[in-house]
T-cell receptor
């Protein structure tokens, strides 16, 4: 595997379920990101980890809980979600954490549907 | 705050047509500007970027020039191909938070044979 991979690619869950999204990067990068992509809206940055430390949390509801056990893996734990949380969740990584110089490489995303 | 405005899609063109996707921005200081492309079923990929006024970013036949006087970064390609069908995102980084790119809503391009 190369680049940034995400599993599962599609997920349907009820509002009372607990599930996790997984992201893995094979690029030797030090920073990882979660974004939310909703139809007709700009990408929303949710969380940033740099060297396994969370460095950004953009007012994301607590029903989304990130975890970065090492620099290659990033999880997004989901519980008691709402239908409006249905979206494409994108993971990205970059060598460093400077948006001006460090290109972010994106995974294909997990399409989440909350019923 | 920072913002990016892209032309509303979808844009539908015939193969070999000329492409322009407009992008204007509002930001403090002198931002870096980016175009990302998202092919069907894939994540975003950096297409090109420019970091200062009058810079021209180019890649795969696409070009965009950083125009500070008009706060614009329009994407152009002289002759599109069916394989260029994708969603195109304009984005900027203006400093402050190290990590935060501000994205536009995206423009869907469909190229027909």
């Amino acid at each position: 595997e190369t680049g940034v991979t995400q599993t599962p690619r599609h997920l349907v869950m009820g509002m009372t379920n607990k599930k996790s999204l997984k992201c893995e990067q094979h690029l030797g990068h030090n920073a990882m990101y979660w974004y939310k992509q909703s139809a007709k809206k700009p990408l929303e940055l949710m969380f940033v980890y740099s060297l396994e430390e969370r460095v950004e949390n953009n007012s994301v509801p607590s029903r989304f809980s990130p975890e970065c056990p090492n620099s290659s893996h990033l999880f997004l734990h989901l519980h008691t979600l709402q239908p409006e949380d249905s979206a494409l969740y994108l993971c990205a990584s970059s060598q460093g954490d400077r948006a001006s110089t460090d290109t972010q490489y994106f995974g294909p995303g997990t399409r989440l549907t909350v019923l | 705050g920072d913002s990016v405005t892209q032309m509303e899609g979808p844009v539908t063109l015939s193969e070999e047509a000329f492409l322009t996707i407009n992008c204007t921005y509002t930001a403090t200081g002198y931002p870096s500007l980016f175009w990302y492309v998202q092919y069907p079923g894939e994540g975003l990929q950096l297409l090109l970027k420019a970091t200062k006024a009058d810079d021209k970013g180019s890649n795969k036949g696409f070009e965009a020039t950083y125009r500070k006087e008009t706060t614009s970064f329009h994407l152009e390609k002289g002759s599109v191909q069916v394989s260029d069908s994708a969603v195109y995102f304009c984005a900027l980084y203006s400093g402050g938070s190290n990590y935060k790119l501000t994205f536009g809503k995206g423009t869907l391009l469909t190229v027909n044979p």
